[in-house]
């Protein structure tokens, strides 16, 4: 596990930045106007934390489950079907330009919302921001930009290795989710029904939140609402492993919840989506 999810990312961000330009990149951000900005911070920041501790106080689940369900909902931009949702007519410029964002606000953000959270609960968890920008340079945007200057001096190269590295990089990260459920074993037969009834409405909400907050139809904002419900899950693996004082990591089974939640949330989204756009197209 301590290898095979940041092997994964890191393919996975080199496929990616294959694919990219800077300028493109910019073009997206460009797209939002100020308040589209403010909006996309709510939904990918501050309203998914809050949907966590409601379903914590709502739901009769542990302190353990409401962390890793918290954790899940600050850690946004994981790689793992940004280059997929672009076979369902989804905007991958958008996508890869929403990570990216999503992770230069990371170190900011989860620090602040971790600590804010740890006040709820009586106890004071201050993750160094430095900390985080070095692992989000290390696995993202140095494999992002490599990817990119690949592109750039190599492209014949680019394009024969681009398919096989997502495809490897897709195949590691579901090995090390194997892996992770695995070496869960018991604790996962210890799973109560409502910590995965809690997972799904966390993926809904993150669907939810966005289809409210960013109301236009067009294929880059359908993008941004498909895009916030995949969240980091190697990241909030990482930070419940290093900041929960725990001997046993007891947010796992949390976490591994969203991680089978979410591909089912987006699957049926991108379903409805497509079904709405072909009925628009017939009227």
């Known amino acids: 596990m301590k290898f095979l999810l940041p092997s994964a990312v890191l393919m996975l961000m080199l496929s990616i930045g294959m694919s990219l330009k800077f300028k493109e990149i910019v073009a997206n951000w460009r797209k939002l106007t100020w308040v589209s900005w403010t909006r996309l911070l709510l939904a990918t920041f ?18 353990a489950d409401t962390a890793g369900l918290f954790l899940i909902a600050v850690a946004p931009g994981a790689p793992l079907l940004t280059r997929n949702i672009a076979k369902r ?44 920008l070095a692992v989000i340079c290390k696995q993202q945007f140095l494999p992002l930009l490599a990817g990119m200057a690949l592109r750039h001096f190599a492209p014949a190269f680019s394009t024969k290795v681009q398919r096989a590295l997502n495809i490897l990089g ?19 037969k210890e799973i109560s029904p409502w910590l995965l009834v809690a997972a799904l409405v966390l993926a809904v909400g993150c669907m939810a939140v966005s289809r409210m907050l960013l109301t236009d139809e067009t ?6 609402v498909i895009c916030n419900v995949n969240r980091h899950v190697g990241l909030a693996v ?10 046993h990591n007891l947010a796992l089974p949390a976490i591994a919840c969203y991680a089978l939640a979410a591909p089912i949330v987006m699957g049926l989204y991108a379903r409805f989506a497509h079904r709405h756009d072909s009925d628009a197209i017939e009227t």
Request: net charge positive; glycine share 8%; charged share 10%.
């Open 46 to 63: 501050l309203v998914p934390p809050l949907i966590a501790l409601g379903l914590g106080r709502l739901m009769p689940l542990s302190l």
């Open 89 to 132: 007519g989804f905007d991958m410029q958008m996508a890869a330009s929403y990570q990216v964002w999503g992770a230069l606000m990371i170190p900011i953000m989860i620090p602040l919302l971790v600590a804010a959270a740890g006040k709820l609960y009586d106890r004071n968890i201050w993750i160094p921001p430095l900390t985080l």
């Open 170 to 188: 897709n195949v590691i990260l579901t090995v090390a989710l194997i892996a992770l459920l695995w070496k869960m074993g018991p604790a996962l």
């Open 219 to 224: 294929p880059g904002i359908q993008t941004l």
């Open 238 to 247: 990482l930070l419940s492993g290093q900041y929960l004082r725990s001997r």
